[in-house]
């Protein structure tokens, strides 16, 4: 991700160069939210199960899943 983002955002920002510090400070902003929203939700089923994990993973797969069907739903209305 560290290695890759600034390339990504370059090319995806091709014509807006003027923003590109901006652009690549939220999303990292966005990103580093993100993972320390899920850390923090597994730290809070945390009971030292070994199924606990492996259901929050599931749970977050379906969550992206569900997200990803409703996304190309309303781009295919």
Sequence with gaps: ???TL???LNLALVGYEDVIG??????SFGY???ISALTYGMSLLHTGSNTRLPLYMIMI???MALSY???I???AV
Excluded: E, I
């Excluded at 901006?22 to 999303?27: H, N, Y």
């Design 73 to 75: 739903r309303s781009k």
């Design 61 to 63: 797969v379906g969550v």
């Design 22 to 27: 901006t652009a690549s400070g939220l999303f």
């Design 1 to 3: 991700m560290n290695t």
């Design 6 to 8: 600034p390339v990504v």
């Design 32 to 34: 580093y939210l993100a």
């Design 69 to 71: 069907g409703f996304g």
